[in-house]
């Protein structure tokens, strides 16, 4: 575990003052950061990094398959799915937050998706894995991995974001960065069979039926309700992610896709679904993943993850290299439908600028905007603003708390905001 | 042919049911006793529940057996999960409606938000024990079901839940008409309850920054410039190093071995007190945790974290403690 050996980069001049908080600010990191600082002192002929040719242009390389499944750099450790201290007691009941701060593009890779267990997760025999569906249906059937994966499948691309996402921070500002402000947000290809086709396999009642109760195989075998029209929009049982099966950790064999809507109802380890005429009205749905409004009353069965948008470079706790041109980018998604427009502001929402929408901006899915911006060196407060195609707009934490308090936990969606001081640190602040 | 064989085939194995004929050979019909052996929710009109029968008493011996290491003998336990017990009254039963939920100090307990008593009884059914879920019989579940009632006193001490009687307990729930789906957050055509407007120039703000981290929380999420990639237009911010450690932080370390603090502490290992790193994250939004930490190393301390005290530590200097309490919502770096 020796500190990998960084390749000197050019880093634009600074004004002595914050190169001086640059260097204390990211020396600590490593000496891989503050190697990268040096390159910006290159000697007289020019960059040692151009001048002096290293050990891959000199010498001979890995034979293929080295490592048949493929690792990332040895330079790319930093990025990790990781805990938020104190957050949880028990590590079979908690989150892992994906480190969105270091992504790319909208797809989530399958190793960094976010992770969410309610009693610890296993790696299941997909020989042994069964789906049975049952409840209101002419013919309940029993369906082994081999049977779903010779249906006609679809392949999606949605976003999954929990419920309780951004829900640390009803009240004030309580994490350092994007990982653990918005983290438990991921967005990948699921390739499975619309769970509407295995209904009329099995010739459910679509007269009188009006839910299904998807039910999980691991311990705590989780249970939600999701509405009719819902299973027969867009729900999915899926098998399939990022082009490979499943991460044991998100599901393995089979899990539950119901794009827009918050994680807990797509259940992993996927083993049950019936068919029924009412809600169930499980644990998850009376005891927790209930919105606790300020009349005392808790909101049951809030679902739609709303318009949401958040920076996610630059992000809290970053340094920015120094004045100059920045490229702002982050995420913005909606569970009603696409994202339409997202501005930016740089003011602390005095004034806006629309963002670039890059390609693909799909329903229900993660799209990523970006836009120009060159920092003077004075303060600034950063905010990203999303409007879907309903023509929602992506409210301000100030009006959240208006209608629903601060103890509701679940559903924040509010504008995020990133100081950028004049030292060039950005931190997570509130200001509306 | 072949077709029609397996129509007859399913129609034959099928419950007097029409099979389906679109994916021939794709999936079986259910067996009876595979239904069985799955179909095990509970719904709020109690079909699914099965037939049987636990009395209070009973379910405490179970309680104490099963449950009470993580969830403390009275339910009462915020060591392991929530508490399940605690913060509903009399009045509360009459009405269906919690009181205390309107009391932002309140944290809530399992029965203060709990609507459906059928919810709670799936529950233990098929996820409890924590390591060992689906193991208890029926009449085992009754009867812890009816042990956490009774500590709501829900029911009576010498009450004996059944599927007789849980459709009157379930009008006895404190929280049973505290539930409501007006809102439109669950149809897909609902309403959003928050609207915002796309101003774009010049827009009415408030400009003051209402809330930032404080400083010593820098650090409760370890070091940031370890969760950054070392290229690109930024770099994590070093929120704790060996250099930091090396400034006077290093003394206070000195001190809380010498003072005997790392003796039940780790620093980010749970040992017989809470690790330092938990205590900073715990009380990372709390301006005024500072001086209740130090009255509580003083004097000593129980239940915060858990049954095990933390005895007085009368022979630490003032001023040392409140060094130690500083270092500890620094991240014990």
Redesign the interface.
Known sequence: MSA?R?PA?RVRPAPEQRRAF?R???????G??AS?LAGGARGAQGDPAILKLPAHSTGLGKPVASDGYGSPSQ??R???R?E????T??PQASVAFA?L??MFGIITPSGLHFERH??GWWDIDPAQHRL?V?GM????????MD?LM??PSVSRIHFIECGANTGMEW???????V??THGMLSCCEFTGVPLSALL????FDSKNAKFV?A?GAD???L?RTI?M??VL?DAIVAWGMNGEMLRPENGYPLRMVVP?VQGVSWVKWL??I?V?D??????E???HY?D??P??????????Q?AKSVIT??SG?????GKGF??VTGLAWSG?GRIK?V?VSVD?????RTARLETLVLPKALTRFSLGWTWDGGPA?LQS?A?DDTG?????I???R???G??SIY?NNA?QSW?VAESG???????? | MYKLTSLVLAAALSTGAAAQDKYPNVGRTATPAEIKAWDIDVRPDFKGLPRGSGSVKNGEDIWEAKCASCHGTFGESNSVFAPIAGGTNRSDIEKGRTASLLKPEQGRTTLMKLSQVSALWDYVNRAMPWNAPKTLTPNEVYAVVAFILNLGEIVPEDFVLSDANIAEVQKRLPNRNGMTRAHGLWDPKGRPDVNNTACMKDCTIDGRIVSQLPHYARAAHGNLAEQHRLVGPVRGIATRSDAVASTPASTTRTLAEKSGCLACHGISTKVLGPALHDIAAKYKTDGAAEARLAAKIKDGSQGAWGPVPMPPHTHIAEDDIRALVRWILGGAG
């Open positions: 990998p960084q980069g640059l204390k600010a990211i020396a600590l990191g490593g891989a950061a990268a330079y790319e930093n990025l990790q990781r938020s201290p104190g957050l007691r028990v480190p701060q270091g309610h009693q049975m049952m249906v002419k013919n309940p059937k029993v369906y082994t049977d010779r249906l009240g004030n500002v309580a994490v350092p960065t990982q653990y009329d396999d099995c010739g109760l039910e311990g705590s075998g249970t509405s029209d819902r929009d827009g083993r049950r019936e029924g009412q809600p169930w009205q499980t644990r749905e009376v005891m209930i606790l409004m009349d005392g009353l808790h909101r049951q069965y809030s679902s739609i709303e470079t630059p706790g970053q340094a920015l290299l920045y490229n009603r427009r501005d602390g929402g005095r004034n806006w407060i603003r409007i929602y707009v992506q409210p301000k100030n009006q959240l208006a209608v629903r601060t103890r559903h504008i100081k640190e950005v931190s997570n602040v509130q200001a509306y």
